[in-house]
């Protein structure tokens, strides 16, 4: 082996052992890893599901009655698309400041506890306003995405990843696999990002 690829080969294997350390997903935004299933059909175990849990699929994610997007995490961690969906945005805009898999850092609170009590609307208000509290003269800012729409066009995906997370019905890293993204949430998605 030449230097220079001796050199790589180091690098290929440190990276991946980061990546491996926080489970952390590097995903292009539209490309689904090869790992990730499709749905598989029928019947489709996601679906199924929400039926069973009650929810109506409505504007591209299964809602509750009040209307708010519920996360739909079968037994062998199959997710509904917005969860999938959330768990990559997630990793790409919050995860540098929340930690990894919503379990918060020293300077950012752990998600996944967050809503445990946070209600929908609140959590909705606060991402698009922002917050800043000083504790002891030290300034903890969150920042307002309220503008930003990368961010409020899929904040509900980012719910109802953040939520799964916080029922405690899907574990850190990686969902198993997926739902398609339906018709109605690529709509949506086009509709909101213009
Ligand atoms: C630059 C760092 C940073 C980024 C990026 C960031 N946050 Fe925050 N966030 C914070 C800090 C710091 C706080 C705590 C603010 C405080 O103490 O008032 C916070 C608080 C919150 C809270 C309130 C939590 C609670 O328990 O009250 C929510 C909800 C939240 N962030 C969601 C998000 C989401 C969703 C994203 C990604 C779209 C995100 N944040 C990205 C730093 C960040």
Redesign the pocket.
């Known amino acids: 082996m030449d230097k220079f690829s001796k050199k790589l080969a180091v690098a290929v294997m440190s990276c991946a052992a980061v990546v491996t350390a926080f489970s952390v997903p590097v995903i292009a935004d539209d490309a689904a890893p090869a790992d990730i299933k499709d749905r598989t059909s029928p019947p489709d175990p996601v679906s199924e599901l929400a039926k069973q849990q009650g929810y109506k699929f409505e504007d591209g994610r299964y809602r509750n009655k009040d209307g708010e997007p519920q996360p739909v995490v079968t037994k062998d961690y199959m997710v509904d698309w917005g969860t999938w969906n959330g768990f990559r945005r997630?990793h790409d805009?919050?995860h540098?400041?929340?930690g990894p898999n919503a379990l918060g850092s020293t300077?950012?609170?752990a998600?996944a506890d967050?809503l445990k009590t946070?209600d929908y609307s609140t959590?909705v208000a606060?991402?698009s306003g922002g917050?800043?509290?000083n504790r002891g003269g030290t300034m903890?800012?969150?920042?307002s995405?309220g503008e930003d729409r990368n961010?409020m066009c899929y904040l509900d995906d980012?719910y109802t990843y953040i939520k799964a997370r916080s029922l405690g019905i899907m574990p850190p890293g990686r969902p198993a696999g997926r739902e398609d993204i339906s018709d109605a949430a690529k709509k949506a998605a086009d509709e909101c990002t213009g």
């Open positions: 997630y805009a919050c540098v400041c929340h300077f950012a609170p998600l967050s946070m959590f606060t991402v917050r800043k509290t903890f800012v969150m920042p995405f961010i980012i």
